[in-house]
């Protein structure tokens, strides 16, 4: 059978997407690996009407309503490659099976490639975060830290005073210059330059190499990121740079550079959240749907 569209990744991004196409009484299937970016969150902040809810209970809830339409199939899988194919695409999932769509949503979103310093993964998402809007509120303005990783260390060691007296810890990675250091003391930062040698306690205390510790009510950090899926690049799809890491190129209807294939969520931005990965999956699940009613010459 050849689908309306096939959307690869079935987290708040591809569902919203769904949503849209199902509306419209679309054949549309959900193919989702079910490893979704927050899952090491115990709640999630900043979405309407979900503040403060668990992450995977506002995506339970979201599919129990995406599925109740019928037009909709839903595989949990991953998918392996997608290619050009007669009417729009195949994609090919682990363990063999193909499927065929003219249309094609990449929904896949990113992984968080953290640094290699003892303590910080087990603690990723409960006291060491990335997103001061998501997670800063609840630190009750307690002594907070910011670890200096990739290019951005500087703008979050800048933001994060709104939620807490702050310390740059520069782990031996960056040194701020003069300028910065003149900007971090008009915002109230120390600065820690000792090397971090782990992270413990029941929150996030830093064990500095020279034996000293500082505990923390939480440590923000920016991860490099990478696209969980290879799909993007075999299709061909032209990606952008972002602070954090690659991300797919899109136009304001989240079409990327590969015609029929769109892509939404944390996959085709900068930076993301809940709240904008469903806003791109809305839109993106119109777009398709109105390529599929006015874009005859495409496939
Ligand atoms: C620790 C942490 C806490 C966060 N807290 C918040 C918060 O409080 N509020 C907020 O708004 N945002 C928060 N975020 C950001 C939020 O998680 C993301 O912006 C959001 O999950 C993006 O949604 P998405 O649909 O684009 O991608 P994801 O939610 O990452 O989902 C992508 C889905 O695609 C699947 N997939 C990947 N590759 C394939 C494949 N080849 N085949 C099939 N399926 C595939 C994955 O398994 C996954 O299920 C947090 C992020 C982190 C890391």
Not at 100 to 119: M, N
Not at 136 to 152: D, I, R
Not at 275 to 293: I, W
Request: neutral net charge; hydrophobic residues 40%; charged residues 20%.
């Amino acid at each position: 059978m050849l689908l309306d569209a096939i959307i690869i990744g079935g987290s708040y991004s591809g569902m919203a997407a769904a949503l849209q196409l199902a509306r419209a009484r679309r054949y549309v299937l959900v193919v989702d690996a079910g490893q979704r970016r927050n899952r090491f969150a115990r709640h999630s902040h900043g979405f309407l009407t979900q503040d403060g809810e668990p992450p995977g209970a506002i995506a339970a809830r979201a599919r129990e309503q995406l599925m109740r339409y019928p037009t909709v199939t839903w595989i949990e899988g991953t998918v392996r490659s997608a290619a050009a194919a007669k009417g729009g695409f195949q994609v090919q999932l682990e363990g063999g099976a193909q499927h065929d769509g003219r249309r094609l949503v990449l929904a896949s979103g990113v992984a968080d490639e953290l640094p290699d310093l003892p303590g910080l993964r087990e603690r990723w998402g409960t006291s060491v975060f990335l997103c001061p809007y998501c997670d800063g509120y609840e630190l009750a303005q307690g002594h907070l830290g910011v670890l200096a990783t990739g290019a951005s260390w500087f703008h979050q060691a800048m933001l994060i005073p709104e939620w807490g007296r702050t310390t740059l810890f520069t782990n031996g990675i960056h040194h701020p210059d003069a300028e910065q250091r003149a900007a971090l003391a008009t915002r109230g930062v120390s600065i820690e330059e000792t090397p971090v040698r782990s992270v413990s306690g029941e929150r996030a205390t830093m064990q500095l190499e020279d034996g000293r510790s500082i505990p923390l009510e939480g440590l923000f950090l920016i991860p490099r990121t990478r696209l969980t899926s290879a799909v993007a690049e075999g299709l061909g799809c032209a990606l952008d740079d972002g602070h954090m890491g690659p991300f797919i190129r899109t136009d304001a209807k989240k079409a990327t550079s590969v015609p029929g294939v769109f892509a939404c969520g944390d996959v085709a931005r900068a930076a993301g959240s809940v709240s904008l990965a469903v806003g791109d999956g809305a839109m993106a699940g119109a777009a398709v749907h109105q390529s599929l009613v006015f874009d005859s010459s495409s496939k």
